[in-house]
């Protein structure tokens, strides 16, 4: 059974929690959190989901992404996913999300880093992740197209190519 922290729409931990997969009762909300690994060469380490996996068995979708449990931070969350789904350690301690996204019931918050990792090297999670590569943000998107990937907004893909180096909304120079 997993536990998961009640915030109000204000983000605010309200010191109730709810059981996964419950109903959320009226104002409740809760956190999960979305990481984006690019490497030097400007792809994004993406996932194929399990087969079994209930919610888009099969496809691909971005680098991890899970529920905030009962007493993480979007940090910590972060970190654990991370490490559950494919093995890496990233300490997140200094790190705020490059975008967050309000939804229906809940925060969505998505950390977007740039490291090189050697795919070989990882331990994927049995029950979540069948295997990763590296992607283009072209490729992602004719993923997209032909129903492979999770149907994403292209544009949010975009913004994560686009914002991975950097946080704010105007470019750089």
């Known amino acids: ?3 998961w922290d009640v915030y109000d729409i204000n983000r605010n931990k309200t010191n109730k929690t709810m059981v996964r997969g419950e109903a959320f009762e009226k ?5 999960v959190i979305h990481v984006c690994i690019f490497n030097s060469n400007g792809q994004m380490l993406i996932q194929q989901r399990q087969p079994f996996k209930e919610g888009w068995p099969n496809m691909w979708d971005i680098t991890v992404g899970g529920s905030a449990i009962k007493g993480d931070t979007s940090q910590s ?3 654990r996913e991370l490490f559950e789904e494919i093995g ?3 300490d997140f301690t200094n790190s705020r999300p490059h975008i967050s996204i309000n939804f229906e019931k809940g925060f969505d918050d998505v950390y977007l880093i740039e490291q090189d990792v050697d795919i070989n090297e990882l331990s994927l999670q049995y029950e979540e992740v069948q295997r990763v ?3 283009s943000k072209e490729e992602i998107f004719s993923m997209i197209e032909s129903g492979e990937f999770i149907p994403y907004y292209k544009s949010l893909i975009q913004l994560f190519f686009d914002t991975r ?3 704010g909304c105007h470019q750089e120079k």
């Open 1 to 3: 059974m997993e536990l």
């Open 27 to 31: 104002d409740a909300y809760h956190l």
């Open 77 to 79: 969350a972060a970190e």
């Open 88 to 90: 890496l350690r990233v």
């Open 133 to 135: 590569k590296w992607a």
């Open 165 to 167: 180096k950097q946080y």
